[in-house]
């Protein structure tokens, strides 16, 4: 049984493997309609269960259909729905699930949630989203990089904005997959410290950003956060944007990301994020595929 809890204590050649796993399950669809069971049935059987105590849409959508083309079933769970941490432990809310499911993904805010329900459960579990990572997403952006540009050991990635969960899980991704990776931002929302020495640091997005071969940005306010957060965000970031100027100092091939949703014309001007080195539908649809694999993974699939 493996847990799929961060990319940072999942070992390098597993996380590969997993990426290899994704792109030849997403090959073997193509043209197929998305309802179509994949010609391998691994999940058939298996009760999944997704729990979201954050909304979400492509965490939801993509970990749903994921499990339903490989011959499982799920069943959606939402923080409203569940004692998840208030009426009932986590460790509780853990055993008692192993009873019912055979796989748990938890799309959460503490960190130390998901810890627990790994730590008490007798089933795998997948980290969906945490305030501090979000290693589903960068697992599948990993995935679309190699589609487009090949292998991305020793290439430049440079993130321009908030350092925030996004950003950490591409950090323990630079380290995993070896690549170089530029953070580029302001000086209070620098990443977490715990991060040190797996990227570098330019303040100016002019001279961070060149000879990128990837640019990524994050939307510059949470869904919580209050108005005057909101507000000072978009003071302190603004001078980040990711714009046409910008993507030209890139390499000519370089691919721009976004893991969505996107506060258009805030962190990224439409231009690009419509433009030619925009690959974020292909993003968006390799969490499905990524997530495949990593369940996979996690049942020894």
């Given at each position: 049984m493996n847990h799929f809890l961060d990319i940072n204590v999942?070992?390098?050649?597993?996380?590969?493997?997993?990426?290899q796993n994704a792109q030849q399950m997403k090959q073997a669809r193509?043209?197929?309609?998305?309802?179509?069971?994949?010609?391998?049935?691994?999940?058939?059987?298996?009760?999944?269960?997704l729990i979201f105590e954050k909304p979400s849409t492509r965490t939801r959508v993509s970990f749903d259909v994921g499990v339903r083309q490989m011959g499982g079933q799920t069943l959606v769970l939402s923080g409203a729905d569940m004692q998840l941490g208030h009426g009932e432990?986590?460790?509780?809310?853990?055993?008692?699930?192993?009873?019912?499911?055979?796989?748990?993904?938890?799309?959460?805010?503490?960190?130390?949630?998901?810890?627990?329900?790994?730590?008490?459960?007798?089933?795998?579990?997948?980290?969906?989203?945490?305030?501090?990572?979000?290693?589903?997403?960068?697992?599948a952006d990993i995935m679309t990089f190699e589609?487009?540009?090949?292998?991305?050991?020793?290439?430049?990635?440079?993130?321009?904005?908030?350092?925030?969960?996004?950003f950490a899980s591409f950090a323990h991704a630079a380290e995993k997959f070896d690549f170089d990776l530029v953070f580029t931002g302001p000086p209070p929302l620098d990443p977490e410290?715990?991060?040190?020495?797996?990227?570098?640091?330019?303040?100016?997005?002019?001279?961070?950003?060149?000879?990128?071969?990837?640019?990524?940005?994050?939307?510059?306010?949470?869904?919580?956060?209050?108005?005057?957060?909101?507000?000072?965000?978009?003071?302190?970031?603004?001078?980040?944007?990711v714009n046409d100027a910008l993507m030209a100092q890139a390499k000519d091939d370089a691919l721009f990301m976004h893991c969505l949703p996107a506060h258009r014309d805030d962190e990224a001007t439409s231009s690009v994020m419509?433009?030619?080195?925009?690959?974020?539908?292909?993003?968006?649809?390799?969490?499905m595929h990524a997530q495949k694999a990593i369940m996979r993974y996690c049942l020894g699939k």
């Open positions: 999942t070992p390098s050649d597993d996380l590969s493997g997993i990426i193509a043209g197929l309609p998305k309802g179509t069971p994949d010609s391998e049935q691994p999940l058939a059987g298996h009760m999944v269960a432990t986590i460790a509780d809310t853990a055993r008692v699930l192993s009873r019912y499911v055979d796989l748990i993904m938890i799309r959460t805010f503490e960190e130390q949630t998901l810890l627990d329900m790994a730590e008490y459960a007798t089933v795998p579990v997948i980290n969906g989203l945490t305030n501090r990572t979000h290693p589903c997403q960068i697992m589609e487009h540009n090949g292998p991305i050991k020793g290439k430049k990635v440079v993130w321009s904005g908030d350092g925030n969960n996004v410290p715990a991060l040190a020495g797996l990227y570098t640091t330019v303040r100016d997005p002019n001279e961070a950003v060149q000879g990128a071969d990837l640019v990524v940005t994050d939307t510059w306010v949470s869904m919580h956060d209050p108005q005057s957060a909101r507000e000072r965000r978009h003071n302190q970031l603004r001078g980040y944007q419509d433009g030619p080195h925009s690959v974020i539908f292909d993003e968006a649809e390799n969490r």
